[in-house]
């Protein structure tokens, strides 16, 4: 009891001390997935300029959340592969993510037809499956943090990024077996914790999909 009215009293402040895109979060019931497996490592690209629209649209933002369910199913895919290569580690480059900065992501792709562009990045419309706070992007990493070889960076826009495509692109040498093989890896690891890949991106994950995540959970704005 004692250590409830410690935490109650200083909850305000915790508060105050994030910012405002984290504690939209919070009180919408998400957690911090570091919290739920402290072996995951986290590098939020659009917390940075290391990303195709090459600005921070997350400010102080630095750690990942996720819906409880689809944490619990990220420490398992951890998990899994720690069982497999004890060495590597998954390495979260983006989780939930807001309505309003996924407006930033849309806006910042409009030479693009709508139809073209809803292949990189859902139309916020809509509704993304990431602001459900049900899905996540991220590689695989040594436990040091540096990442395997994909073939591509995160959010590569072209055939080069599609998990579709990845036979072709090997026999017109465009990708290595090695680059195949570390995306099969992490998608078997992902797969087998209960989330689904998509054919365009190599680095995305759905802990649920778009219909079922709205039945359950509120959009984070």
């Known amino acids: 009891m004692r250590n409830l009215a410690l935490f109650l009293l200083l909850f305000p402040r915790l508060l105050l001390a994030q910012g405002e895109l984290e504690q939209a979060m919070i009180r919408q019931g998400l957690v911090d997935i570091q919290t739920i497996d402290q072996t995951v490592l986290v590098e939020l690209k659009y917390s ?13 933002l630095t750690r990942a959340y996720l819906q409880p369910m689809a944490a619990q199913k990220l420490a398992k895919a951890s998990k899994l592969l720690q069982q497999k290569h004890p060495d590597f580690r998954l390495l979260v480059y983006d989780a939930t993510r807001p309505r309003s900065v996924q407006w930033d992501l849309w806006n910042t792709l409009s030479h693009l037809p709508v139809n073209e562009r809803g292949k990189y990045v859902s139309n916020p419309r809509n509704g993304s499956v990431h602001n459900y706070g049900c899905a996540v992007d991220l590689t695989l990493a040594t436990k040091a943090g540096k990442p395997l070889d994909m073939g591509t960076k995160f959010d590569y826009f072209g055939e080069l990024g599609h998990p579709d ?16 093989e570390n995306r099969r890896l ?3 690891v992902m797969r087998t914790a209960g989330f689904s890949s998509l054919k365009t991106e190599w ?7 778009r219909a079922e995540a709205k039945k359950v959970y509120k959009i984070v704005e």
């Open 186 to 188: 992490l998608r078997s």
């Open 203 to 209: 680095w995305h994950f759905n802990a649920l999909s």
């Open 165 to 180: 495509k990845e036979l072709q692109m090997l026999k017109q040498g465009k990708l290595t077996q090695k680059q195949v």
């Open 48 to 60: 940075t300029t290391d990303n195709f629209v090459e600005k921070d649209v997350y400010g102080d």
